[in-house]
């Protein structure tokens, strides 16, 4: 009698599937980590310029930085960035 062999997978197979996407992983997760972190970086970027004219509006109308012990404008706030304004 002959053994029949079903469709699937051999235990080897899914060891070398699982060692292959093991390197994709360790290969594009920290890439990705860092494309984002760039793509956060213009953002903060933008967000500082902003708030710098609109402080400058403020200074304009006001003749000071400082309003109730803090900042005249709301600080801008972005992803994975503390972002803080601190009246000397």
């Given amino acids: 009698?002959?053994?029949?062999?079903g469709p699937g997978f051999t235990l080897i197979e899914a060891m070398?599937?699982?060692a292959v996407l093991?390197?994709?992983?360790?290969?594009?997760?920290?890439n990705y980590s860092r494309y984002i972190t760039r793509g956060n970086l213009v953002e903060a970027?933008?967000?500082?310029?902003?708030?710098?004219?609109?402080m400058e509006h403020f200074y304009k109308d006001?003749?000071?930085y400082a309003k109730a012990g803090g900042c005249g404008e709301a600080t801008p706030s972005v992803d994975g960035f503390?972002?803080?304004c601190v009246v000397a």
């Fill in 1 to 5: 009698m002959k053994k029949r062999v």
């Fill in 16 to 18: 070398v599937l699982v």
């Fill in 82 to 84: 503390a972002i803080a």
């Fill in 22 to 30: 093991g390197i994709l992983a360790a290969i594009g997760i920290p």
């Fill in 62 to 64: 006001n003749n000071t």
């Fill in 45 to 54: 970027g933008n967000a500082l310029a902003d708030h710098r004219t609109r």
